[in-house]
């Protein structure tokens, strides 16, 4: 009982972490860039760090969960076989301000920290 419930905690854990969920502190901005795409907006501030923004659209599932689509095959080895996907609509709820500021490591910027505020894009 007790290994089950550390599996499902480590389970509920790994699926939080999603891009947004990774604040990229110490890693490249290429590292962030690739998760996130180009950034919409880069700034060079006063005190020689550099700000990468990213705007973020966040989406909710709504309604109640029915059939989105259903595919049948054939084949002639394994027979007929059917499958269905299961879904709820999505929809969007408006967007996100992620922003992560790096200071310049020779070729790169290295990420030193992450706005607060966009830790919310998550």
Same mark, same amino acid.
């Given at each position: 009982? +007790?290994v089950t ?13 999603g891009?947004?969920? +990774? @604040? ?7 590292r962030?860039? +690739?998760?996130?795409? +180009? ?11 550099r700000?990468?923004?990213w705007?973020?659209?966040q #989406? ?9 689509n ?10 007929v ?7 709820r ?5 408006g967007?996100?301000t992620?922003?992560? #500021?790096?200071r310049?490591?020779? @070729?790169? #910027? ?6 607060e ?6």
């Amino acid at each position: 009982m +007790r290994v089950t419930a550390i599996i499902m905690l480590t389970l509920a854990l790994a699926a939080c972490n999603g891009p947004q969920s +990774r @604040d990229y502190v110490g890693e490249p901005i290429e590292r962030a860039a +690739r998760d996130l795409g +180009r950034p919409e907006t880069i700034r060079d501030l006063p005190d020689g760090t550099r700000s990468f923004s990213w705007e973020i659209e966040q #989406f909710a599932q709504v309604g109640p969960t029915r059939i989105q689509n259903t595919t049948l095959t054939a084949s002639t080895s394994s027979g007929v076989g059917v499958g269905v996907n299961l879904g709820r609509d999505t929809v969007s709820t408006g967007t996100c301000t992620y922003t992560l #500021f790096g200071r310049r490591a020779g @070729d790169t #910027f290295v990420v030193e920290s992450v706005d607060e505020a966009g830790r919310s894009c998550v």
